[in-house]
């Protein structure tokens, strides 16, 4: 499944052309992955499935480039495009996970996901120990001989903690177990675990991937030919699969991956820099700043830092509303990755989910607020959060 033709070429000549071939043999020679709507596929004999398609939950066309552009840019042998972030987490995790097996997951994880694993999972029998990941010895330490997969995600949601994931592959691979990266926050272009590890790669595409706010998916790929058969026996099995009109949407949006990666992190490093030196500003958190904790080990596995950072304001929950009522460019919401730069206070919005004692054990207060950095105009960007910390 390997392009080794596009494995020479840059991230964007990828980005565009990978899963789009030109087949000037069998139709107009489409420069653009057309839309397949249709169900099935109509066969002349008994045996033969024409193109090896079938039905439309066990394999499509459209979803077929999008999974072969997907597998390219992150120098993955597989690729498997879901109909959300959860659905992909939730079908690698029933892809992998047999009764009473236990899993090690970072203490600090996108809410959505510790709700699976706080909330359905035990409902299996499923058993999850939470490790700060920061620390490789503190994720061996809750290790078991049942351990059956190690999960992380890096940098980390809302605080952007890195994980070393080199190490944290050692350590999951000396136990035996799977090694999984939710690597949302930085896209294929940043960051590869694959390259540093680990097994599998776990995407929400709702976020940079497509990149336009306009459609909900999910990926996940491995280089793994015994791992991809079980993903896909689960997705075609359980059904969770993107649909052709999101898959074509994801397919526009991930061609300009690299330069709206290269703008969301302008963006971002510019504002965090600015939130720093603000005296309404308590502390930033973000990954390309010299004072993150992590600077060294971000500058040793990612190529870039991302557009997402985090920040506490001098002040309390009313400070923080007033704060937000006064932004005129940047709308309050939840989600990350598009084009529009977004801005929420994980407490009522990404985290409301986690219960308030979690939420408060982990440093969620009121006065934490996360912002996705958009691709707009840097100097505006600014201006909006000058006016509305100053005021
Ligand atoms: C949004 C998100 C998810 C969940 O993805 P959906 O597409 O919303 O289902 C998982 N992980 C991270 C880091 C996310 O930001």
């Known amino acids: 499944m390997k392009e080794s033709f596009f494995d020479e070429l840059g991230f964007s000549t990828r980005a565009v052309h990978a899963g789009e071939e030109i087949d000037y043999e069998n139709g107009p020679g489409d420069v653009v992955a057309p839309l397949h709507l249709t169900t099935t596929y109509a066969r002349k004999t008994l045996d033969e ?63 959505g996901t510790l709700r699976i694993f706080r909330k359905i999972l035990p409902q299996y029998g499923f058993e999850v120990s939470y490790a700060d990941a920061t620390k490789p010895e503190e994720v061996a330490a809750a290790i078991r001989p049942d351990t059956r997969i190690v999960w992380i995600e890096t940098p ?84 969770a699969v993107l649909s052709p009109f999101d898959s074509y949407l994801v ?62 304001l001098r002040g309390d929950k009313n400070y923080v509303e007033e704060f937000m009522g006064r932004l005129h460019l940047i709308p309050m919401a939840v989600s990350l990755g598009g084009v529009e730069s977004l801005i929420e206070v994980p407490a009522y919005f990404s985290h409301a989910s986690v219960a308030p004692e979690v939420r408060l054990r982990s440093g969620i207060t009121d006065n934490l607020v996360r912002l996705s950095a958009g691709i707009e105009n840097t100097a505006d960007l600014i201006n909006d959060l000058k006016t509305a910390l100053n005021n």
């Open 251 to 312: 397919l526009r949006g991930l061609k300009t991956l690299e330069l709206r990666m290269e703008r969301h992190q302008q963006n971002a490093l510019q504002i965090a820099r600015f939130l720093e030196a603000h005296p309404r500003v308590e502390r930033v958190f973000y990954p390309g700043l010299e004072s993150h904790p992590q600077y060294a080990l971000g500058k040793k596995q990612m190529t870039g830092s991302g557009g997402m950072l985090s920040f506490l």
């Open 49 to 111: 499935t024409p193109g090896g398609y079938d039905y439309i939950r066990s394999g499509n066309p459209t979803r077929t480039a999008l999974e072969k552009k997907l597998a390219a840019v992150e120098n993955a042998g597989y690729a498997f495009a879901f109909s959300s972030g959860l659905a992909a987490e939730t079908s690698l995790l029933l892809s992998f996970l047999k009764e009473k097996d236990h899993i090690v997951a970072f203490d600090d994880l996108y809410g």
């Open 156 to 239: 980390s949601n809302p605080f952007m903690r890195l994980c070393d994931i080199r190490a944290i592959a050692e350590v999951a691979h000396k136990a035996g177990a799977l090694l999984v990266a939710d690597n949302t926050f930085l896209s294929p272009y940043f960051q590869r675990p694959l390259d540093l590890g680990a097994d599998i790669v776990s995407y929400s595409a709702t976020k940079y991937i497509s990149g336009h706010s306009d459609v909900l998916a999910g990926a996940v790929l491995t280089n793994d030919k015994t791992l991809a058969e079980r993903i896909y026996l689960q997705q075609n099995a359980t059904g």
